[in-house]
């Protein structure tokens, strides 16, 4: 019979909400989506969206 195997204590550390915020405008995230509003499958209005959140500091060029 295999044991299991435990968990990383890393794996167990919570991660505060202002450092997942500081890792993703780091970086930058982009969210998109879409909206299709339809009445017996026609296609009335559709809405295309697309953000991009990031940090100013991550989209300026660096200089090194």
Do not use: F, K
Not at 25 to 47: K, M, W, Y
């Amino acid at each position: 019979m295999t044991q299991p195997v435990p968990a990383s204590p890393a794996m167990e550390r919570p991660v505060a909400l202002i450092d997942l915020l500081d890792r993703v405008l780091a970086g930058g995230v982009v969210v998109s989506g879409e909206l299709t509003l339809s009445i017996a499958d026609v296609d009335l209005v559709r809405i295309s969206l697309r953000t991009l959140l990031s940090s100013i500091s991550a989209l300026q060029p660096r200089d090194d």
